[in-house]
T-cell receptor, first 117, second 114 residues
Framework: GAVVSQHPSWVICKSGTSVKIECRSL??????MFWYRQFPKQSLMLMAT?????????EQGVEKDKFLINHASLTLSTLTVTSAHPEDSSFYIC?????????????FGSGTRLTVV | QKEVEQNSGPLSVPEGAIASLNCTYS??????FFWYRQYSGKSPELIMS????GDKEDGRFTAQLNKASQYVSLLIRDSQPSDSATYLC??????????????FGQGTILTVHP
């Protein structure tokens, strides 16, 4: 099946530094990638939608200058958390759109646990 | 009103029983519906997708969709302790030939006890 490889699976960084998270589609082309954030005991919250070759679309309340998304190729999308602070500590998950027997389906990366200290 | 709402949990069932998970959605034009299972600390994994009214069965799982009532459910037969997880209902407002942003319910925690 279609696989989205997400790295790193966990990262600890110091406050004020930046962290890059990568999502690669391994056996299909991901034209669109969604980026989610999940806090403990909460559901997934959509942060932004990225489309290959164009600027990402951010959800209301998400700072585009803080969460930089790049989708330069059909197999790679990245999320960079800039000047991270402890409140950015969360579980970040990417999701790619793919055709599923005539309908569209969504496959998720394995997630990145970010801890900012 | 929440766009996608799931029955409040946590839900606890004995091993071998049927677990019933429910979800309602507010956007009447929604066309695609998904059930995901999420273990603690892991990302969601797809259990079932359903696009048409009626039932869809896959092994021990049955998804039921009623667009008139804006209701989708997931039944898990012969529940196993390994089914213990958070189940997320997700709705795509777009039709089958296009896609949109998934909207997730808040999740229902299921515990299957031996």
């Amino acid at each position: 099946g279609a696989v989205v490889s997400q790295h790193p699976s966990w990262v600890i960084c110091k406050s004020g530094t930046s962290v890059k998270i990568e999502c690669r589609s391994l056996d299909f082309q991901a034209t669109t990638m969604f980026w989610y954030r999940q806090f403990p005991k909460q559901s997934l919250m959509l942060m932004a939608t990225s489309n290959e070759g164009s600027k990402a679309t951010y959800e209301q309340g998400v700072e585009k200058d803080k969460f930089l998304i790049n989708h330069a190729s059909l197999t790679l999308s990245t999320l960079t958390v800039t000047s991270a602070h402890p409140e950015d500590s969360s579980f970040y998950i990417c999701s790619a759109v793919l055709r599923d027997r005539g309908n569209y389906g969504y496959t998720f990366g394995s997630g990145t646990r970010l801890t900012v200290v | 009103q929440k766009e996608v709402e799931q029955n409040s949990g946590p839900l606890s069932v004995p091993e071998g029983a049927i677990a019933s998970l429910n979800c309602t959605y507010s956007d009447r034009v929604s066309q695609s519906f998904f059930w995901y299972r999420q273990y603690s600390g892991k990302s969601p994994e797809l259990i079932m997708s359903i696009y048409s009214n009626g039932d869809k069965e896959d092994g021990r799982f049955t998804a039921q969709l009623n667009k008139a009532s804006q209701y989708v459910s997931l039944l898990i037969r012969d529940s196993q302790p390994s089914d213990s997880a958070t189940y997320l209902c997700a709705v795509n407002p777009a039709g089958g030939t296009s896609y949109g942003k998934l909207t997730f319910g808040q999740g229902t925690i299921l515990t299957v006890h031996p």
